[in-house]
């Protein structure tokens, strides 16, 4: 069922309460070096604190915290490059390889994949790898942080 209004406009509404609009926007950068490794023998990761005070106890509890993982991307043997914001978490596929004790080379797939946790005055980004990759240190990497509340 349709229906249509006739006739003249009516009187307008009630103006509605203000909304909340606060947010923080920040870039992390975290360096090749700087990721700290953690190893419990069953499972190991990569890991870099940020102190962010913008992260209260009511951002915590009641906001809302996105992050992206900054790529910087080229085609075209770079004629064209894009940069992209990929929400985490997030995968990149990569490959690298080993010479054994005969001097042959293996290749290896293996993944990286991103993540990011929270608490107030502090957030982490975490990096897992999907098999143990012991010559494999995450690259420097850039994060995009959009904040709520």
């Known amino acids: 069922m349709f229906t249509a209004c006739e006739g003249p406009a009516g009187p307008p509404g009630k103006n509605g309460k203000d909304g909340l609009a ?10 090749s070096e700087d990721w ?10 990569f890991e870099y604190e940020f102190t962010l005070p913008e992260l209260t ?3 915590f ?4 915290v996105m992050c992206y993982l900054v790529q910087d991307v080229s085609y ?9 914001h990929s929400l985490l978490p997030y995968t ?4 690298d390889s080993f010479i054994d004790e005969n001097n042959d080379e293996f290749w290896y797939p293996y993944s990286e994949n991103y993540s ?12 897992k790898y999907s098999d143990w990759v012991p010559n494999l240190k995450p690259p420097t990497r850039q994060f995009h942080v959009v904040i709520m509340w």
Not at 116 to 127: A, K, S, T
């Open 36 to 45: 700290k490794m953690y190893d419990d023998e069953e499972w190991y990761f």
């Open 61 to 64: 509890e009641l906001g809302a």
């Open 116 to 127: 990011f946790e929270y608490r107030q005055g502090n957030i982490n980004f975490v990096v």
């Open 92 to 95: 990149v596929y990569g490959e």
């Open 22 to 31: 606060d947010w923080f926007v920040g870039d992390f950068v975290v360096k």
């Open 57 to 59: 106890k009511f951002v």
């Open 76 to 84: 075209d043997g770079g004629k064209t490059e894009y940069r992209y």
